[in-house]
């Protein structure tokens, strides 16, 4: 069974900095793009970031590029999401998606980042 | 950057009723298109990959069409397990982009 489980939120100040994690399990993770898509409180899904399989080609959202960094650890089976400068704006579910052809299929339950003084 | 515009933002709809959501690219996207159902507090779950293909395990009811700029997404006869939030996802080029979302609603 395929498993994506991320963790890393919390309740940080303003300006501060977090790091999610997601662990996969139940697939071949390292043949995989992985991707983060966030979602503020009542509002749709924003895709975050991207990172293939080798960590060769990675993509940010452009307006969260120089804040927001992706990597991975094939050998973990772990994908992470440094979050810097956090602002109030940044409030969200953070969620975790294995990347297939044809897009996301498997997705964590998310981990919920609150940006609040 | 490919933009996707969602329509309608909401609608209310009866059990049984067809229901038909639309999704237009800003440029071509060939059919690099799903659709995404969300129920609250869940993870997103696709239920139409490739404009058209219906995942496994998902109900015939939903069917997806469309190609290039205009997509649809129809569920023939609302049930009651499918008043939720539905999304496409365009997977033809980075950034990836997202409907704005279409809730389903019970009239």
């Known amino acids: 069974e395929v498993q994506l489980v991320e963790s890393g939120g919390g309740l940080v100040k303003p300006g501060g900095s977090l790091r999610l994690s997601c662990a996969a399990s139940?697939?071949?993770?390292?043949?995989?793009?992985m991707n983060w898509v966030r979602q503020a409180p009542g509002k749709g899904l924003q895709w975050v970031s991207s990172?293939?399989?080798?960590?060769?080609?990675?993509y940010y959202a452009d307006s969260l590029k120089g804040r927001f960094t992706i990597s991975r650890d094939n050998a973990k089976n772990s994908v992470y999401l440094q979050v810097n400068s956090l602002r109030a704006e940044d409030t969200a579910v953070y969620f975790c998606?294995?990347?297939?052809?044809?897009?996301?299929?498997?997705w964590g339950q998310g981990t919920l980042v609150t940006v609040s003084s | 950057d490919i933009q996707m515009t969602q329509s309608p933002s909401s609608l209310s709809a009866s059990v049984g009723d067809r229901v038909t959501i639309t999704c237009r690219a800003s440029q071509g996207i060939r059919n690099d298109l799903g659709w995404y159902q969300q129920e609250p507090g869940k993870a997103p779950k696709r239920l139409i990959f490739?404009?058209?293909t219906l995942q496994s395990g998902v109900p015939s009811r939903f069917s997806g069409s469309g190609s290039g700029t205009e997509f649809t997404l129809t569920i023939s006869s609302l049930q009651p397990e499918d008043f939720a939030t539905y999304y496409c996802?365009?997977?033809?080029?980075?950034?990836?982009?997202f409907g704005q979302g279409t809730k389903v609603e019970i009239k």
């Open positions: 490739s404009a058209s």
């Open positions: 996802l365009q997977h033809n080029s980075y950034p990836r982009t």
């Open positions: 139940g697939f071949t993770f390292s043949d995989y793009t």
């Open positions: 998606a294995e990347g297939d052809s044809y897009g996301m299929y498997y």
């Open positions: 990172i293939d399989s080798t960590s060769t080609y990675i």
